[in-house]
């Protein structure tokens, strides 16, 4: 037998299986770029729910004085007040304008409603005419 003789070709090489340290920092800014996205879209959603439930609220207080107004048969007296209209836990303040309208018969009625902590922001207007019940 001949001697094993050595050759010149270089043995394969295995490549170790696995990422490189700069593919897992790329890995780890996308996914933190879309982390921080996503808690930015949760905020977001979670104001507007406070949002919705606040005018959800107002909407009642107004609809709540126009129903009153409607089943009391008022004749509401011409000129603007305001009182307080609380729903839940939301401190919230009706503002009522009563103007005159062309026909004499009716009048119409105008109920706002903002938050007592910012009443310079308008949750909700409703407007109603009021037949006079005479």
């Given at each position: 037998?001949?001697?094993h003789s050595h050759?010149?070709?270089a043995a394969p090489r295995l490549h170790a299986a696995g990422f490189t340290l700069l593919e897992v920092l790329v890995a780890l800014v996308i996914v933190g770029t879309a982390l921080g996205a996503s808690m930015?879209?949760?905020g977001s959603l979670t104001q507007n729910s406070?949002?919705?439930r606040a005018s959800m609220m107002a909407n009642w207080s107004a609809e709540n004085r126009l129903?009153?107004?409607r089943l009391g048969r008022e004749w509401p007296v011409l000129g603007e007040n305001s009182f307080e209209c609380p729903q839940g836990d939301l401190n919230l303040i009706c503002q009522q304008q009563v103007l005159a309208t062309p026909n004499p018969n009716f009048?119409?009625?105008e109920v706002s409603v903002?938050?007592?902590s910012h009443p310079e922001r308008r949750i909700v207007k409703l407007t109603q005419l009021v037949p006079n019940g005479k």
């Amino acid at each position: 037998m001949l001697p094993h003789s050595h050759t010149n070709r270089a043995a394969p090489r295995l490549h170790a299986a696995g990422f490189t340290l700069l593919e897992v920092l790329v890995a780890l800014v996308i996914v933190g770029t879309a982390l921080g996205a996503s808690m930015r879209a949760v905020g977001s959603l979670t104001q507007n729910s406070g949002d919705l439930r606040a005018s959800m609220m107002a909407n009642w207080s107004a609809e709540n004085r126009l129903a009153q107004i409607r089943l009391g048969r008022e004749w509401p007296v011409l000129g603007e007040n305001s009182f307080e209209c609380p729903q839940g836990d939301l401190n919230l303040i009706c503002q009522q304008q009563v103007l005159a309208t062309p026909n004499p018969n009716f009048r119409r009625v105008e109920v706002s409603v903002v938050e007592a902590s910012h009443p310079e922001r308008r949750i909700v207007k409703l407007t109603q005419l009021v037949p006079n019940g005479k």
